[in-house]
């Protein structure tokens, strides 16, 4: 199939190869289809789909000239909505109007991780939590804080979990914290301890909502995570009136001014910096973590 058919269409050839014990290629450039429903098809967990991406540059297409692939780069540019999928092949495109403009994929996101920058002892760990409600009512974002003079100058998000469609009890949520912090430190040289040690902090909403626990959900998360050797408590954000607001500003000019970083594979934080539309519920959970994990810099 070149481009996906309609979601019945799609079906209606699936069920037949499926019959003949035959097989399925898909091509595509996402750009202006409504591909979610695929999207979930390709990504779930026991997928027998295989998915490659491939991006529009001189190498991938050598059959047009480099001035070209420059031309077409520069048309898309032009326009950002979708900039993403034509030229890397995004499942979907930045939502015009959103609210963190600042945030360009181009600039912003880092391999993992920024050339091991994130090794020195005196950085400052942050963990956000959030219980939300939803498809990832679960999700906690882990940032890099580097200041000078006391004032912050970056911050990167390391690493990300999300419970997806399933759902994530206190011990489920305790072992992706301590999986996310052994993953740092194994790519970045870090001792577990240092990590821990050097100003370490959780921060989490003590609104579960959905789950009727409040309060005490985290402390159910705390008794498990000192199972697994982390003995921090989980902070609740001392809330006050214009708090999102503000953790929202911030991170926009963090952006802007070209402080903060995101590790490609924290994939529900990309969704949520590329649309995001400030006072709609949609791809605000990435967001209200990060907003914990930053809200001592507010």
Not at 178 to 204: H, P, S, T, Y
Request: glycine residues 10%.
């Amino acid at each position: 199939l070149d481009e996906p058919p309609p979601e019945d269409l799609f079906f209606e050839n699936l069920g037949r190869l499926l019959d003949r014990d035959w097989f399925m290629l898909v091509t595509c450039t996402p750009a202006g289809y409504p591909l979610k429903w695929f999207k979930k098809i390709v990504e779930a967990e026991d997928t027998d789909w295989e998915h490659y991406t491939i991006k529009f540059n001189r190498f991938s297409c050598p059959w047009y000239s480099e001035k070209q692939i420059k031309d077409w780069i520069g048309q898309w540019i032009k326009t950002p909505g979708q900039y993403g999928q034509r030229i890397n092949g995004d499942w979907e495109g930045i939502t015009v109007g959103r609210f963190f403009a600042g945030f360009n994929f181009e600039k912003h996101v880092k391999s993992r991780d920024i050339n091991r920058g994130l090794s020195s002892p005196t950085l400052k760990w942050r963990l956000g939590l959030d219980h939300g409600q939803g498809e990832n009512r679960e999700v906690g974002v882990l940032c890099a804080i580097r200041t000078e003079n006391g004032v912050c100058q970056t911050v990167h998000v390391a690493r990300e979990f999300k419970s997806g469609s399933g759902l994530m009890g206190a011990r489920e949520i305790a072992a992706a914290i301590k999986a996310m912090i052994v993953d740092v430190c194994d790519q970045n040289v870090i001792r577990l301890d240092v990590l821990l040690g050097g100003d370490f902090r959780i921060v989490g909403d003590s609104n579960s909502s959905g789950l009727g626990k409040s309060t005490r959900y985290n402390q159910e998360i705390v008794i498990e995570l000192r199972k697994l050797g982390i003995y921090n408590d989980i902070e609740s954000p001392q809330k006050k009136p214009g708090d999102r607001e503000d953790g929202e500003a911030l991170i926009n000019s963090l952006a802007l001014r070209d402080g903060l970083t995101v590790n490609p594979t924290c994939t529900l934080t990309l969704e949520g910096l590329n649309h995001y539309v400030q006072g709609k519920e949609k791809h605000k959970d990435a967001i209200d973590a990060l907003r914990y994990g930053i809200f001592d810099l507010i």
